[in-house]
């Protein structure tokens, strides 16, 4: 069964929940965008229900697509993504830059629905 | 005329008056501790300064030529006066003192004071040296005091080749380095027989003269110049003849032949004045009118002027406490200095000099370096007196202690200015301080409020800075401050905060002990009972390592995958593009032409830039994430294994070609490194780790450059250790001599896994090296002594190291689970397509930006 069929509403299927990896990225093309998409199987306190963020997988500053290959973790409590080339780090709620707050990344409203990564 | 009596009395007739006159560095200061002691509850302050600009930093000022500009150089707070209600009035000159009717005097208007302070400074002092008219020859009489001082400077210079300064004392150095920065030809021209003979000696003198000649400044010693003429059929503006009959030419003159107290205001309104000049004050800082204060340059105490701002702001703080509270004396100051002049380091401590009744000296000079040093000591030998330094003044702090504090010297003195093996100057622990010990004179901060500061919580040096205030003056204390904080820190054993970061307060060390001890096999495990939050870049990695070096679990296993760095979790390294670099190991740099062309054929077909490494290897650039796995397959099928260039573990061990083939050889290197490269492959490390392995002395594997090196001698092996190349290299260390093949593993072997356990996160060998206290011999004692019984245990874990590698790409390829990570995509099979490359020399590369829009490119 394609996930696509379990979903019956205006969001469109990203990926299926199985492609996405435990605490960490993968990457999706979404209408010619490159979106990011990070998983915490237990939510941002580690104990509650599965969340999975959306953002940009382009880096401002190093110009390469790969913000989806970023640590992911907490810095002062905000939830971060640090890119993999020169290390800043993005606010996954919202994409600023902790570095550079006129930096931001254009986020994603991305939700699980069932076994499907939806898009809204 | 405006009467100013009027406003200031209807605002605030219930204040007393109180007036400063002069907004130099010392009249500021004042301020600023009236304004900290309260005094504006109970007076209306004003502030008078002739100078345009509020206060700035006067002993920094020659760095207005080196970019800073008046704000930079400014004094405390711009607002500060407005906050606290204190009028400054800037650009006004008081013009009299009226003492019988307690008024000051300006151009626009009297003003009462009940309390009156004179800061006015001094003046340069320009001697009557008979010359051209000043008013149409200014570039002639230039001096070197204030910023307008230095904007006529600038003016001036921008038309000049050549500039001489008169005075060859501290400030006349400066001024010729001021010239020299703007790009002139300077000369020092110096009526005594020596360079600063205020605070140097002889042979200080002519250590310091050399320096500076060196530095292409003209110096004339001995030197009176008797005129100075304006020239037209020269090639320079003006001529000075000297006394003797020699002359020097010259497009401007600058004079820095001392200064004179600023007393004008004082003698016109017959306050009593001292026989060569300054306003007398006595220990209350009071003239001869009670109601009438005298600080900073201007003051005459005890028959001494002080020309550095250190005692001024004493003085400066003796009136504040004197208006607010009980008088804090002033008792004379110390008059020591350290300064940097035209780059060279001069010191002059206490009685430099020798003048003290039985005093002897020790003296160490370079005549090659042009280097001096001189301790004065006490008769019987016991005491530090006074010193001179020239050419180095990392001697000084310790040198200073010694002299303010009275403390016992060391049997033989002269170690005190002798040159240290170790290098660097002999240095006197914090610990050997007296709580009284003065670690800021400026702003007069002793050991004693430095603890005080940290018992009330400063955890860091710049709270201490808000806090004392030390360090903030001239900054000459900024080292000693650091060392008697750190030390102040341990001995409460306050830790300097050395947490991993915000998710574990633990070191490096002490995480790597308890996934030891404890057992813990996973990131989660040790965050659950010792971390907090979810972790960030800076853990999940350094957790990653000591979990991969402890139980050594592949890396990919779904528990360690979001730990890695980009680079470890595709076992790739990422370039600039957002592509990866592959790199099989080479080990020993030993390669069969089967295998060359096996790399030639994969590069080929992946269309990869391929380059030999500095690490005897082949690279293969531009891969992207979902062709990483279809390579791999290609290049394990050739017999290649991962070389771990990702990783923080061995990289390559470098070997010459050895006795096999080489006339010199006298041992077979390369059977060495393979041996070194497949039993140490894999081990993760606090930082990569690099090895060396030469067949003879002629080293051509730079091995004393790498973490292990090893050099072939006719009995056998010589180990060296800790060496680097990259940012800062360091030369190995000679670790054990001779020893055989089996001998060396064991020590390799107990070498890396106390590394292991005891560096810090990114702690190469080398900067490991240095922090360890006891230094190679202590290594030696762990290692080759076995002095903490650990050597079983050592080997023993590198053992499950080596008997559980496992190449991490051979493991990857037979778990679909863990291939599903290289996609680019995980929608889409297609590669990136941002993703450009043009061909350069027969092969492709990233595009530039610029390129990318161009037709020329080759798309992918
Ligand atoms: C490929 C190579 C340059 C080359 O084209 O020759 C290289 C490439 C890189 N070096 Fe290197 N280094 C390479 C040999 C060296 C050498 C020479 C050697 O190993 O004999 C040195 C000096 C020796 C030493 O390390 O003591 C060297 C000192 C560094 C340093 C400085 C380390 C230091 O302690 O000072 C860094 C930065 C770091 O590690 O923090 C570095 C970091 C890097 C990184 C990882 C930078 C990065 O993060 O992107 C480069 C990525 C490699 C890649 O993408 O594959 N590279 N690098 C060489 C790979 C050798 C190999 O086969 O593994
Ligand atoms: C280039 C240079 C380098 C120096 N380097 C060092 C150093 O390394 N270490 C060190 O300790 N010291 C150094 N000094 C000396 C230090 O700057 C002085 O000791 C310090 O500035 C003295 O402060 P003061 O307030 O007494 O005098 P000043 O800073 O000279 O202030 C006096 C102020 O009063 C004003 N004034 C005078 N008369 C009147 C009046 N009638 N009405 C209104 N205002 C008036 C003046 O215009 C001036 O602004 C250096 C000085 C110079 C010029
Ligand atoms: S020297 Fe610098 S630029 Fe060159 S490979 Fe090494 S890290 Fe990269
Ligand atoms: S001694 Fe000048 S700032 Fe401390």
């Known amino acids: 069964m394609s996930p696509a069929t379990a979903v019956e509403n205006t969001a469109r299927v990203l990926c299926s929940v199985h492609d996405l990896v435990d605490y960490s990225g993968v990457v999706v093309l979404h209408d010619g965008r490159q979106i990011a998409l990070f998983y915490l199987p237990h939510g941002r306190d580690r104990h509650s229900a599965p969340e999975v963020f959306g953002i940009d997988n382009h880096d401002p500053f190093s110009n390469a697509n790969v913000i989806g290959r970023g640590i992911i973790g907490d810095k002062g409590g905000e939830l971060v993504v640090a890119s993999p080339l020169y290390k800043q780090h993005f606010r996954l709620d919202d994409g600023v830059c902790l570095e550079d707050n006129d930096i931001r990344l254009a986020t994603y409203d991305v939700r699980l629905e069932g076994e499907c990564v939806v898009i809204a | ?860």
């Open chain 2, 1 to 860: 005329m405006q009467d100013l009596t009027i406003h200031a009395e209807t605002i605030h007739q219930e204040k007393k008056q109180l007036i400063i006159i002069g907004n130099g560095m010392v009249g500021h200061h004042c301020v600023e501790q009236l304004i900290e002691r309260g005094a504006t509850q109970h007076y209306q302050i004003h502030v008078f300064g002739d100078e345009r600009h509020r206060a700035y930093d006067r002993v920094h000022l020659s760095e207005y030529f080196s970019g800073k500009d008046a704000d930079a150089l400014a004094l405390g707070e711009a607002n500060l006066h407005d906050t606290h209600g204190v009028s400054l009035h800037l650009g006004v000159r008081i013009s009299g003192i009226d003492r019988d009717r307690r008024e000051i005097l300006t151009s626009e208007g009297r003003l009462p004071y009940d309390s009156l302070i004179i800061a006015t400074g001094s003046y340069p002092f320009v001697p009557p040296i008979p010359g051209p008219e000043v008013s149409e020859h200014p570039q002639a009489r230039l001096v070197y005091r204030t910023l307008d001082d230095l904007d006529a400077i600038r003016e001036h210079a921008s038309t000049a080749r050549r500039g001489v300064v008169i005075g060859g004392g501290l400030l006349g150095l400066e001024a010729a380095n001021a010239l020299k920065s703007l790009g002139l030809e300077a000369h020092v021209v110096e009526f005594a027989p020596r360079l600063m003979p205020v605070q140097l000696d002889d042979q200080g003198g002519a250590a310091l003269r050399e320096r500076i000649e060196a530095l292409g400044v003209g110096v004339h010693t001995g030197c009176a110049t008797e005129e100075i003429i304006a020239t037209s059929d020269n090639d320079y503006a003006y001529r000075m003849h000297f006394k003797g009959g020699e002359h020097l030419d010259t497009d401007l003159v600058l004079f820095s032949a001392g200064i004179r107290p600023q007393d004008q205001l004082a003698r016109d309104c017959g306050l009593e004045i001292g026989e060569r000049g300054g306003i007398v004050i006595d220990e209350t800082c009071r003239t001869s009118d009670p109601e009438i204060f005298a600080i900073g340059e201007c003051a005459l105490w005890n028959g001494q002027i002080f020309g550095l701002v250190a005692p001024g702001y004493t003085m400066a703080r003796t009136v504040a406490s004197c208006l607010t509270d009980v008088c804090v004396p002033f008792s004379g100051a110390d008059m020591s200095t350290k300064l940097k002049l035209l780059g060279v380091d001069v010191g002059s401590i206490g009685d430099a000099f020798g003048t003290t009744e039985g005093a002897k000296s020790y003296r160490w000079i370079d005549e090659a370096g042009s280097g001096y040093r001189r301790l004065v000591v006490s008769g019987d030998g016991t005491k530090a007196l006074g010193a001179v330094l020239v050419g180095d003044n990392s001697y000084y702090d310790t040198l200073l202690q010694y002299v303010q504090n009275g403390i016992d010297l060391p049997k033989d003195p002269a170690v005190l200015i002798l040159p240290q093996s170790e290098g660097g100057a002999p240095t006197l622990g914090a610990d050997a301080l007296p709580d009284t010990a003065m670690v800021c004179s400026c702003h007069n901060v002793t050991k004693g409020a430095i603890c005080q500061a940290v018992d009330e919580g400063c955890a860091d040096i710049a709270a201490l800075k808000i806090e004392t205030k030390a360090s903030t003056g001239c900054g000459g204390c900024a080292a000693l401050l650091k060392q008697v904080f750190e030390h102040e820190l341990e001995s409460r054993g306050i830790e300097v905060d050395k947490s991993l970061c915000e998710h574990f307060h633990y070191t490096r060390q002490e995480l790597y002990a308890m996934v030891r001890v404890e057992g813990i096999h996973s990131f989660d495990e040790l965050l659950e009972k010792h971390g907090h939050g979810l972790g960030c870049d800076i853990c999940k990695p350094t957790i990653g390592s000591i979990l991969a070096t402890c139980w050594n679990q592949p890396i990919m296993d779904p528990q360690n995958v979001a730990l890695q760095d980009t680079n470890d979790t595709f076992m790739a390294n990422m370039q600039k593009n957002g592509t990866y670099s592959v790199m099989p190991r080479v080990a020993g740099g030993e390669i069969t032409p089967d295998k060359l062309v096996a790399l030639g054929q994969v590069a080929k077909k992946y269309d990869l830039y391929t380059k030999i490494t500095g690490g005897q290897r082949i690279d293969l650039f531009g891969a992207e994430l979902h062709e990483l796995p279809d390579i791999w397959e290609e290049l394990i099928k050739a017999g290649f294994e991962t070389g771990h260039a990702y990783g923080k573990s061995l990289r390559t061990v470098k070997s010459c070609v050895g006795n096999t083939w080489c006339r010199y050889g006298v041992q077979d290197s390369v059977a060495m490194a393979l041996e070194l490269e497949h039993r140490y492959k894999g081990l993760r490390t606090p930082h990569k780790v690099k090895m060396g392995v030469s067949g003879c002395t002629r080293e051509c594997a730079e091995a004393q450059g790498k973490d292990i090196g090893v050099i072939a001698t006719e009995a056998g092996w010589n180990l060296y250790v800790c060496g680097n190349g990259g940012m800062r290299p360091r030369h190995a260390e000679l670790f054990a001599t001779d020893i055989d093949s089996d001998t060396l593993i064991r020590y390799v072997d107990r070498f890396l896994m106390f590394y292991v356990r005891t560096a810090d996160k990114l702690q190469r060998t080398s900067v490991w090296r240095e922090s360890l206290e006891g230094g190679l011999d202590f290594l030696k004692e762990v290692i080759i002594d076995d002095s903490l019984g650990l050597g079983d245990e050592l080997e023993r874990q590198m053992h499950h190291v080596v008997e559980t590698y496992e190449c991490e790409w051979a493991n990857a390829l037979k778990d679909p689970e863990k291939l599903k990570r290289f996609r680019t995509f995980v929608n889409d099979k297609c590669g990136d397509p941002d993703i450009v490359n043009v061909t350069e020399r027969d092969q492709p590369r990233p595009a530039r930006a610029n390129e990318i829009d161009s037709l020329a490119v080759e798309i992918r």
